[in-house]
């Protein structure tokens, strides 16, 4: 059984950072690229981030560029997203998803798997 588990969220000023953690299971992680998503309230999801499977290569959107940065352990089956100079606009529930592919997508239905999600707030 797969799982992907967010952790690390929560409540933070603006301009501060905080840094989250997927941990995936049931999945030989290697072999998967990885992403994170963001939902605000009352929008769609919207991708964050994306790096392939040995962590080479990344993308990110363009509203986190220069702020965020994504990476990930396979020793550790944990992907990473460092965010710093955290915004208003950044509150949103982040989702980590993983795609049976050696190279990320920015589209959310190419994922397999997902997580739970955690909730990140930034106060203005």
């Known amino acids: 059984q797969v799982q992907l588990v967010e952790s690390g969220g929560g409540l933070v000023q603006a301009g501060g950072s905080l840094r989250l953690s997927c941990a995936a299971s049931?999945?030989?992680?290697?072999?998967?690229?990885m992403a994170w998503f963001r939902q605000a309230p009352g929008k769609e999801r919207a991708f964050v981030a994306g790096?392939?499977?040995?962590?080479?290569?990344?993308h990110y959107g363009e509203s986190v560029k220069g702020r965020f940065t994504i990476s990930r352990d396979n020793a550790k089956n944990t992907m990473y997203l460092q965010m710093n100079s955290l915004k208003f606009e950044d509150t949103a529930v982040y989702y980590c998803?993983?795609?049976?592919?050696?190279?990320?997508?920015?589209?959310?239905?190419?994922?397999?798997?997902w997580g739970q999600g955690t909730q990140v707030t930034v106060s203005s």
């Open positions: 049931g999945l030989t992680f290697g072999s998967y690229a």
């Open positions: 790096i392939n499977w040995s962590g080479s290569s990344y």
């Open positions: 998803a993983a795609l049976n592919a050696l190279g990320y997508s920015i589209q959310e239905y190419e994922y397999d798997y």
